[in-house]
């Protein structure tokens, strides 16, 4: 693996945005978080599913705000970084609301009243 060709880089992008798609799709289809692994790899899967579901539509996200962040910031970011957030996450969405549908998930903790 070459740092400099971006092997590496592209590791660390992949797993940071699965991380924080994984968290923004557990926030808001439960409210709360299921830890940095879980939601990397869930964040993971939504890519594979929002990227497959865009691209089925022909959708590319995220473009415009990447062009808006770069003049108001002047900040350079990959033309895609914010379509992959954003098709991430739309995707770990689904699988969420999938799994839910399906019942699929944590045991529910019962509580008992004293």
């Known amino acids: 693996m070459d740092v400099l060709n971006g092997d590496v880089l592209n590791w660390i992008v992949m797993i940071l945005v699965?991380?924080?798609?994984g968290a923004l799709a557990a926030r808001i289809m439960k409210g709360d978080s299921f830890g940095f692994v879980i939601n990397t790899l869930l964040g993971i899967?939504?890519?594979?599913?929002g990227g497959f579901l865009f691209g089925l539509l022909n959708i590319n996200a995220g473009s415009g705000i990447v062009k808006v962040v770069e003049k108001q910031f002047?900040?350079?970011l990959p033309e895609n970084i914010i379509?992959?957030?954003i098709s991430a996450?739309?995707?770990a969405i689904?699988?969420?609301?999938i799994a839910k549908t399906l019942g699929i998930g944590r045991l529910r903790?019962?509580?008992y009243d004293d």
């Not at 899967?45 to 599913?49: L, S």
């Open 109 to 111: 903790r019962r509580r």
């Open 74 to 76: 002047d900040v350079t």
């Open 89 to 91: 996450t739309v995707g």
């Open 45 to 49: 899967a939504g890519g594979v599913v």
């Open 18 to 21: 699965g991380a924080l798609a």
């Open 83 to 85: 379509g992959m957030i």
């Open 94 to 97: 689904i699988i969420l609301f």
